[in-house]
């Protein structure tokens, strides 16, 4: 019987030791299995494993929790290398994350812990783009991303992370000027940008609680605020500043001279003026023709219609801006993507600019033409296109020349594919370099100005994310309008899904939701963080590009002017039913159209296949009414994958695939709520991210 009691006992015990110390939650193994293994598996984190386990329970080298959720990563200095794996958006309970001082490279992940306050990845490797998910990173207070090859521009998305303190992006190959939210970061006391590329000016910074600024040694001009210069620890050598005076600040605009009195600008004295002058007018008579005197002189010295200056009345709504250069076509503070080239047209036509429009989306830019009828040769286009793009725009000129001894004169063996507004070559470079030209149809240009063609080229060229193909360069010369982009040796999705050959394996299910998510979040990118949002018109599997990692990179978006002049059916069999023509496309087509790409991915079929049987021809048709039997759905499934595919993914991937693209726009989900979707699938499923590239690449390109 005392046996018996004291086993009971300890049985007893060892259960409430177990309930105490509960396993590690599932979303938290899985994500930092993932990142072991993204890791190369390194023998110095004790514990880790690369699937399963209990990092709490175990005690994992570097990692702290708090009942059974992560909250810390530190591992500083421990000598790792590889990356951080794809699911760092799991780790919702981890406040600190810390591995700075090691040898990651790669893209710092599009997601990191969501909930963190305090980030450290300084002094790695990572040479990819400051991420996007920062913006919604509320909890942030601190972020230290320094000493990597980070590069590209900042984007606008600090709005909502204003328990910021300190951000530092020093000793980095950024550009660009600083994004207009770095006013919403009111809790900012500690900046360094120290050592980048950076241009423009820091007025955007002058209203902040700073107190150590770092900007030195990069491309800054203009004035130096003189709300910074009482700041404890500035530092602002190695640049371009501007001496003598500033110049006075748009009408109505407060401004604190050198001598620290705050003055109303001249725009304010001249209202105060002219009531005055109405006030003595009522009063006294005689005043009447010395006050149509001042009126007669004031418009005398207003601005001719031909003016390089905006009319500041007119952006009464708006913050600041800079006067154009005599060269430039743009504002100064153009950090936007034009929807349209059309929709701002020159102030000397006489058409008043929308200012319900410009304070909705305070980063829109403003066109300013010279003249109505400004027109200039072909030779001077490479001069026009630097003159009237923000500094921000990193895009090679090439000569026709270049490009036609790089393409064999555009030989038809090195056409790598014809779309809807013209067809890619590729270009070969003696030093090894391979890059993919899209020669634009002469046709589309007949009767618009050239200068069209370069607003394009300044649009595209201003976005950045990870999983779209960016433009590297352009071309207009004798008639010819080229783009240059970077050539993805792996082709597109179309290709790997489609065309059968003897240099590729199919793509594994893991490799399939990966593309999935990646090409979602670059559709999020265009719908959700561009300003204004840009509607691709022509999402396809043709135009998704993959990389040596068959990462997704979306192609040809930014073509909207093109697609509306061309009398060709964008993408047959991707169109959601309202599209009859280019012009009615909206985010919700948009949407469908890469529901029919995740249609791809699931059935391994082509939107339209007239070789089947008529009732199977249009994949939306004939897959629609299945989406919901599990039955049919592992008929649907690519026969390629030859059954190796997770039965339990199979009904969420194709519920995003049914909300997608359901005939009424109206119910189709807005493409954050489709990464969303996928995001959960990758986490419900256990999907490694990072699946042995093995089994689904293609081998060396031996036209390379």
Known sequence: MHHFLVGYFVLSLGTLISLVHSKTDSPDVTALNVMFKSLNTPSQLSGWR???GDPCGDSWEGIKCSGSSVTEVNLPDYGLSGQLGYQLSSLTSVITFDLSKNNLNGDIPYQLPPNAVHVDLSENNFNGNVPYSISQMTSLQD???SHNQLKGQLSDMFAKVQKLESFDVSFNQLSGKLPSSFANLTSLNTLHLQNNQFTGTLNVLADLPLNDLNVENNKFTGWIPNELKDI????????SWSTGPAPPPPPGVHHRHPNGEEEQSHGGQKSSVVNAAIIALSCLGALLVVALLIAVFSRRRSPPPSSYFLDEERISGRKGFTPLQSQELF?????????DPKDFKSIDSGVAIDIKS??????MGLKHSVSGRVSFSENEFANRLKGRRSTSVHVIPYSLADLQNAT????????LGEGTIGRVYKAKYPDGKVLAVKK????????ERLEGFSEIVTNISKLHHPNIAELVGYCSEQGHNMLVYDYFRNGSLHEFLHVSDDFSKPLTWNTRVRIALGAARAVEYLHDICSPPIVHKNIKSSNILLDLELNPHLSDYGMANFYQRTSQNLGMGYNAPECTSPSAYTLKSDVYSFGVVMLELLTGRMPLDCKRPKSEQCLVKWASP?????????????PALRGLYPLKALPPFADIIALCVQSDPKLRPPMSEVVQALVRLVQQSSINMRDDLSTSRRTEDSDY
């Open 408 to 415: 064999g004169n555009f030989a038809s063996s090195r056409l």
């Open 232 to 239: 404890d620890n500035l530092r602002t050598g190695g640049n």
């Open 50 to 52: 690369e699937s399963g």
């Open 143 to 145: 972020i230290n991303l």
């Open 626 to 638: 299945q989406l919901h039997d599990i039955d049919a759905l592992t008929r649907m499934v690519d």
């Open 440 to 447: 634009i149809d002469s046709s589309l240009f007949q009767g």
């Open 331 to 339: 504002t100064e503070s153009y950090v936007g993507i034009l929807k």
């Open 358 to 363: 410009l304070q909705k989306s305070p980063s």
